[in-house]
C-alpha cells in the first residue's frame, strides 16, 4: 500500500513542477557565469577541453562545471571516477564535454540541446579496449534547479537530473561564463532529432540514462524533488 502510494506521488511531480515561481526565494541570484563543484579544479574553458584534438586537459581532482551565457548557450565539463567493490583495481575514469542552447522551461525544468560536437574519453583497465574517445551528443534534461546562499561557499547551484537524483552542488566562480565559442568546434555529424520535441528529448533521455546519470539515482533523489516542491508532507 505505502509502495502504490509513494509511485502514484512521484508521478505526479511533473504536475507539481509546474506551481514553481521564480522569485528571490528560490534563486537568490541569476544562472549566468560559471559554477563549479567542490574544490573546483574542473573549469568549463579552454583549461579542460581541446575540440581541435578531440583531447583533455587532467585536472587535479574530480568534479563538474557548467557555464551558462544570457543569450541561451551552455558548456559542461565532467571528471568522473568510479570504483568497482569487487574488483577494486577495476576504476573507471570518465571525461566528458559538451555545449550548445539550453532554456529555461515554464515547469522549472532545463533542457540542453548541444551543437553535436561533443565528447568523452573512457579509461577502464578492466575492459577489452582500456581507453577510447567517443562522441557524446545526448539531449540533456533537469526536472529542477534552484539557487541558494551557501553560509561558506556563497551561491550555490542546485541541479536534479531527470530521474530526480542531485548532482553535487555548485558554486559560483564567475558571473562571467568562462566558455570556448559558442558554436560547433569539430566536424563531425550531429545526431538526427526532432528539433523542438519534447517528447523525444524525454525519450532520448530514458534511453542513455547511463550516460546520462551523473550521481547516484535513488529514491532519496527523487524524494528531495517533492520536498522542494512543499509536498513530502503527503508522505506521512
Known amino acids: 500500500m505505502i509502495i502504490a502510494s509513494l509511485l ?3 508521478l505526479a511531480v511533473p504536475a507539481f513542477s509546474q506551481d514553481i515561481v521564480y522569485d528571490a526565494g528560490h534563486n537568490v541570484t541569476a544562472i549566468y557565469g560559471t559554477w ?3 574544490s573546483q579544479n574542473v573549469v568549463t574553458g579552454s583549461g579542460f577541453a581541446q575540440p581541435a584534438n578531440e583531447s583533455f586537459i587532467y585536472p587535479k581532482t574530480t568534479g563538474l ?3 551558462f551565457t544570457t ?4 558548456e559542461i565539463s565532467r571528471y568522473r571516477m568510479t570504483g568497482n567493490g569487487t574488483t577494486p583495481n577495476c576504476i573507471t575514469g570518465v571525461m566528458n564535454w559538451c555545449h550548445g542552447t539550453y532554456a529555461l522551461n515554464p515547469n522549472g525544468s532545463i533542457t540542453m ?3 553535436g560536437d561533443g565528447y568523452q574519453q573512457i579509461q577502464d583497465p578492466c575492459a577489452a579496449i582500456s581507453n577510447f574517445m567517443e562522441n557524446y551528443n545526448d539531449t540533456e534534461l533537469y526536472v529542477l534547479w534552484n539557487i541558494y546562499q551557501d553560509a561558506v561557499k556563497g551561491y550555490t547551484l542546485q541541479l536534479y537530473q531527470f530521474d530526480g537524483s542531485p548532482l553535487p552542488p555548485q558554486y559560483l566562480m564567475s558571473t562571467s561564463p568562462n566558455m570556448l565559442p559558442t558554436q560547433p568546434l569539430r566536424n563531425v555529424t550531429p545526431p538526427t532529432t526532432s528539433a523542438g520535441n519534447t517528447q523525444n528529448a524525454l525519450v532520448l533521455t530514458a534511453a542513455n540514462a547511463g550516460e546520462r546519470r551523473w550521481g547516484a539515482a535513488s529514491l532519496t533523489g527523487v524524494l528531495t524533488v517533492i520536498s ?3 509536498i513530502a508532507s503527503l508522505l506521512l
Open 8 to 10: 502514484s506521488l512521484l
Open 36 to 38: 563549479s563543484s567542490g
Open 65 to 67: 562545471s557548467y557555464s
Open 71 to 74: 543569450d541561451g548557450y551552455y
Open 113 to 115: 540541446t548541444p551543437f
Open 228 to 230: 522542494g516542491l512543499g
